[in-house]
């Protein structure tokens, strides 16, 4: 199972991205991650680490992991946490990126008040680009678990097999990532109490 940490910056990311993309697509992504830099301002991941790292975690998930070319696809994958945990508005965004972008990236937002499970459930009728930045995402959730609370693995581990193997099923690279992840972990987290 491979695990994607080389993109923690822009810089590393650029190269990489110029081999397989047209200039035009890179300079989107690049203004994607400028902005993103700006709304998520000083967040950070819960194992301490500046935010913006998860979304090139995402980015290089998608485009060296599972080879995808997709423009959209890849500004939405940085910017999916935009509409949830930063004041941008949908408006904002879609003035910024356009119309198929914020309707990806509102896919994958979790409603201010709904619960995490019911909106999960929902992406099995989401568009399939849509499917693609929501397993980009928890690709670089999951390859951190381990730094996480034990009941905190276990949870996002039962909640991940439940709701985003079965959308990993019709794309085979992710299919064949979350179970190369899943046989391991699962004999963890069936060590774990309650």
């Not at 301002?41 to 090139?56: A, I, M």
């Not at 998608?62 to 408006?91: F, M, N, S, W, Y």
């Not at 929902?122 to 568009?127: G, I």
Request: charged share 25%.
């Amino acid at each position: 199972m491979k695990i994607f940490t080389s993109w923690m910056s822009w810089g590393q990311a650029a190269g990489p991205l110029a081999e397989v993309l047209p200039s035009q697509a890179v300079n989107r992504v690049r203004e994607a991650v400028r902005f993103a830099r700006v709304q998520h301002g000083v967040q950070q991941r819960p194992t301490g680490r500046p935010y913006v790292e998860h979304l090139l975690e995402a980015l290089e998930v998608a485009v060296a992991g599972a080879q995808v070319r997709d423009p959209d696809v890849l500004t939405a994958i940085v910017l999916h946490d935009v509409l949830e945990d930063t004041p941008c508005t949908e408006k904002e965004l879609a003035r910024r990126f356009g119309a198929e972008v914020t309707g990806l990236v509102r896919w994958v937002t979790r409603p201010a008040n709904g619960r995490k499970s019911d909106h999960l459930a929902t992406l099995d009728e989401a568009p399939a680009q849509a499917v693609l930045v929501k397993l980009a995402d928890r690709v670089s959730n999951v390859q951190e678990l381990q730094r996480m609370p034990w009941r905190f693995q276990k949870r996002y581990y039962l909640e991940t097999v439940a709701y985003i193997l079965p959308l990993a099923a019709p794309h085979p690279w992710f299919a064949q990532w979350y179970e190369e992840w899943r046989e391991p972990w699962s004999r963890r987290v069936a060590r774990y109490p309650g």
